[in-house]
């Protein structure tokens, strides 16, 4: 493992840099352990200090997509979605089509959208792609909005359980 910057040199302006430095005290750690942090961090809401975790691993490895795509969230969620963010998240996706993380991040981006029909679209197909990866499979599933398929035994998208589905979205609205 690389040796990274300090967590007692996080600037005092991020929320949550504070608590985490006394929770985790780290002085080494890899590329793959401050992305594992920082998306602890934006499942808290803290995305200024995750984004500083990213920005760390993202010096120790430029090359790092889950990194990028966490960070693409970051930005949209902190309100500095200019445009750029749905850009830099598609074109993660196209230049890594087998690789779920860019896929992960326009699904998040749809969310925040209010695109959900596109933000379905996107998370299925990063789960297709993360089959074998537990942690980006636990991590969608955390942002699927959908609920559980009616007959788990039938494909997501099979067309009874997308008939039945609705039935209970229209039943459970009211």
Same mark, same amino acid.
């Given at each position: ?73 970051? +930005? ?38 209010? =695109? ?20 980006? +499979?636990?991590?969608?599933?955390? =942002? ?8 788990? =035994? ?12 609705? +039935? ?7």
């Amino acid at each position: 493992m690389a040796k990274t910057h300090q967590l007692d040199q996080a600037p005092a302006s991020s929320t949550g840099a504070s608590s985490l430095r006394e929770e985790l005290n780290l002085e080494y750690a890899g590329t793959d352990d401050l992305t594992r942090m920082a998306a602890r961090l934006i499942e808290n809401g803290e995305f200024t200090a995750a984004e500083d975790l990213l920005q760390q691993a993202l010096e120790m490895n430029p090359e790092h997509l889950l990194c990028h795509a966490y960070l693409i969230i970051c +930005v949209a969620s902190l309100g500095r979605n200019d445009g750029s963010t749905n850009d830099m998240a598609r074109k993660l996706a196209e230049d890594n089509p087998n690789d779920p993380a860019g896929w992960f991040a326009l699904g998040h981006l749809d969310l925040l959208a209010g =695109k959900r029909g596109a933000a379905f679209a996107h998370f299925a197909h990063a789960k297709d792609l993360a089959r074998r990866d537990r942690r980006m +499979v636990a991590a969608i599933d955390r =942002k699927d909005p959908r609920g559980e398929p009616v007959f788990s =035994k039938l494909h997501r998208d099979h067309p009874l359980n997308n008939l039945l589905g609705q +039935v209970r979205a229209l039943f459970q609205s009211k």
